[in-house]
């Protein structure tokens, strides 16, 4: 357990799952205008980052619709759209959603439950710094699947509790937010998440992917994060099955 801004953060010994408790109230309403202030400083770093991250998912499967849960401001659409992709958006914050909309991006405001899109309307869902924040993630993700066609791809990126930085930091650890961050997974229960909402959890390919301009350093990034974890963020890719 550890303890930090009046909450308390379990960690389940079976499955590895921790939890914040008592659950943060107001969960949404804090992301109003100053706690995207630091996101929009960084946007040039964001969109070159939302770039490798494209070159990584396009090593798996080519441009498509794709659906960007948590989309903030909307760099990430911005970035997918560049590369071909049919981008989409969605965010509880309507501030977010406003300043995405003022770049020209299909944003929606609303978490994914209650936007209700019809079943297999996306090729790609992607999940960046979103799964911490979800008051219930098998139910998110039973959405998530719903909303995929068969055989598509999800991508989440998330802190990882299993990382030896938490281990190190405990409290100070960066990621731990009990007032905002719901769950923190390690890729084990993450995993079990996964495969128990209806998907098998993959990786990038190193060799045979497609070709495309920057695929040789996406090749490289894959194989680096085969044998070395140096980030305390992790991403985890799975298919939709059938």
């Given at each position: 357990?550890?303890?930090?801004?009046?909450h308390?953060?379990?960690?389940?010994?079976?499955?590895?799952?921790?939890?914040?408790h008592p659950l943060?109230?107001k969960?949404?309403?804090?992301y109003?205008?100053g706690y995207?202030?630091?996101y929009?400083?960084?946007r040039?770093?964001?969109l070159k980052?939302?770039?490798?991250r494209l070159?990584?998912?396009?090593l798996i499967?080519?441009?498509g619709?794709l659906l960007d849960?948590?989309?903030?401001?909307g760099?990430?659409?911005?970035?997918?759209?560049?590369?071909g992709?049919?981008?989409?958006?969605?965010?509880v914050?309507a501030?977010?959603v406003?300043?995405a909309?003022?770049?020209g991006l299909n944003?929606?405001?609303?978490d994914?439950?209650q936007?209700?899109?019809?079943?297999?309307?996306?090729?790609?869902?992607?999940?960046w710094d979103?799964l911490?924040?979800?008051p219930?993630?098998?139910?998110?993700?039973?959405?998530?699947?719903?909303v995929?066609?068969?055989?598509g791809l999800v991508?989440?990126?998330?802190?990882?509790?299993d990382?030896?930085?938490?281990?190190l930091?405990?409290?100070?650890?960066?990621?731990?937010k009990?007032a905002?961050?719901v769950?923190?997974?390690?890729?084990?229960?993450?995993?079990?998440l996964?495969r128990?909402?209806?998907f098998r959890?993959?990786k990038p390919p190193?060799w045979?992917?497609?070709?495309?301009?920057?695929h040789?350093r996406?090749?490289?990034r894959?194989?680096?994060?085969r044998?070395a974890q140096p980030?305390d963020?992790?991403?985890v890719?799975?298919?939709?099955?059938?």
């Amino acid at each position: 357990m550890v303890h930090k801004d009046s909450h308390d953060v379990y960690r389940c010994r079976q499955c590895g799952l921790a939890f914040t408790h008592p659950l943060p109230h107001k969960l949404y309403e804090q992301y109003d205008s100053g706690y995207f202030e630091l996101y929009r400083r960084r946007r040039a770093f964001r969109l070159k980052r939302a770039d490798a991250r494209l070159r990584q998912i396009e090593l798996i499967m080519r441009p498509g619709k794709l659906l960007d849960i948590g989309c903030s401001l909307g760099y990430f659409l911005e970035a997918a759209n560049a590369r071909g992709w049919d981008a989409c958006g969605i965010d509880v914050s309507a501030y977010a959603v406003n300043e995405a909309r003022k770049l020209g991006l299909n944003a929606h405001v609303g978490d994914l439950e209650q936007i209700g899109f019809e079943s297999s309307s996306f090729d790609c869902v992607t999940m960046w710094d979103v799964l911490e924040h979800v008051p219930d993630p098998t139910k998110h993700m039973r959405e998530v699947r719903r909303v995929l066609v068969s055989g598509g791809l999800v991508v989440i990126g998330t802190p990882n509790v299993d990382h030896f930085a938490f281990r190190l930091k405990r409290d100070k650890w960066r990621h731990l937010k009990p007032a905002e961050h719901v769950y923190y997974f390690g890729r084990s229960s993450v995993e079990t998440l996964l495969r128990k909402t209806g998907f098998r959890p993959i990786k990038p390919p190193v060799w045979a992917a497609p070709l495309f301009p920057g695929h040789l350093r996406a090749r490289v990034r894959a194989l680096f994060s085969r044998v070395a974890q140096p980030n305390d963020v992790m991403t985890v890719y799975a298919r939709a099955e059938e």
